[in-house]
C-alpha cells in the first residue's frame, strides 16, 4: 500500500513539472504574422481567425455587434502586421474606399495576452472631433484621439486632451 501511494505521488509530482512544459508549448506563437497582412494565412489561420486572436479580440470587445466591427470581409483592406511599444504586435484594417472613416486594430502580445481593440467610425465628423473606442479585457471602452493606429509609430495613440 505504501509503495502504492509513493508511486502516486511521484507520478503526480512528475506530472506537475511536466505541465508548464506542456503549457508553455501550447502558447501560440503569433510572432509568425509579422509582416504578413492580416487576411494572409499562416499555419491555417487568419490573424483574426487565429483562436488565440478570436478569444483575446472576444475578451476585449464583450458586445457582439461592437466585435462584428472587427473582421475583414473580401473587399476589406489590411497593412502588414507590426511590432509596436511593449513588445506587441498590431494588425490593421479598415473599409474599402472608406479606410480613413472606418477602421479597426488589434494590439497582442506574441503569446494572445495582452489584447486591446480599438474601432474607428469617424462617419459624420470632421477632422477636429476624430476619436476612436478602444476596448481592453475587463476595462471599460475609452476614447482616444483619431481613428486606430496603423503603423508602429502610430502606437500607442494619444489621449483626449479637454480643452
Known sequence: MRTAILASLMTMAAAAAAAPLQAEEGAP???T???KYPFDIVDGH??????AVAAAIAAAVPDADKRAAVA???NGLGLPIVRVAGGRI???????RAEDRYNWAVVIAPDGSKPEV????????????????WFAP????????????????DYPTADIAAG
Open 29 to 31: 506563437d503569433l510572432e
Open 90 to 96: 498590431l494588425a490593421w484594417g479598415g473599409a474599402r
Open 118 to 133: 480599438c474601432i474607428y467610425d469617424g462617419v459624420g465628423y470632421g477632422q477636429d472631433f476624430q476619436a476612436s473606442e
Open 33 to 35: 504574422y509579422v509582416g
Open 72 to 74: 475583414f470581409d473580401d
Open 46 to 51: 487568419r490573424f483574426l481567425d487565429h483562436p
Open 138 to 153: 475587463g476595462q471599460p471602452a475609452i476614447m482616444k484621439q483619431g481613428p486606430c493606429p496603423s503603423a508602429a509609430e
